[in-house]
């Protein structure tokens, strides 16, 4: 499994394109030349971008759903929605296509942020507003997802 690592602010121009900054390209750089597929966030208004092979490692899963059960059907069509293929072009930089840019509201000034095997890519401003949304108590967030972990391992945090 890949793991990321990194947020990076960067500038997306007029026609979409996004340069991928050199930290991030330097990780990537062994699967740029496989692509990546560009999809809406389930939980977010932002984008994921996956690298190819983290992209089939998740369909790998999806694909054994029983499509007879109506809730997979529409799990999986929703999950599939407005997903593109992106390539990285000769100057570093991928294209988000319109439909992706309005559903993640992306202006100008945007964040791609690792998220352990994806890319995280959200308006700038939204992103500072996830990020330090008063609502959420990270410390809570954290034993609440992380604080059994530690019951059939070494005991070590």
């Not at 997306?12 to 966030?41: C, E, N, T």
């Not at 309005?102 to 995280?120: C, M, N, P, R, Y």
């Amino acid at each position: 499994m890949l793991n990321l690592i990194g947020v990076h602010e960067c500038k997306m121009d007029a026609k979409g394109r996004v340069g991928i900054p050199s930290g991030l390209k330097k990780q990537l750089l062994p699967l740029l030349d496989q692509g990546f597929v560009l999809k809406r966030s389930v939980f977010q208004n932002c984008l994921e971008l996956f690298p190819m092979q983290e992209w089939e490692q998740t369909m790998s899963k999806v694909n054994k759903l029983n499509r007879f059960v109506k809730k997979n059907n529409d799990f999986i069509r929703r999950f599939t929605a407005g997903v593109k293929l992106v390539e990285v072009d000769g100057s570093g930089r991928i294209n988000i296509p319109n439909d992706l840019i309005g559903f993640a509201g992306l202006k100008s000034e945007i964040v791609l942020s690792a998220s352990v095997g994806t890319i995280e890519v959200w308006d700038k401003e939204a992103y500072e507003a996830a990020i330090n949304d008063p609502e959420v108590d990270f410390g809570d967030l954290a034993e609440d997802v992380m604080g059994g972990l530690n019951e059939e391992a070494d005991g070590l945090s």
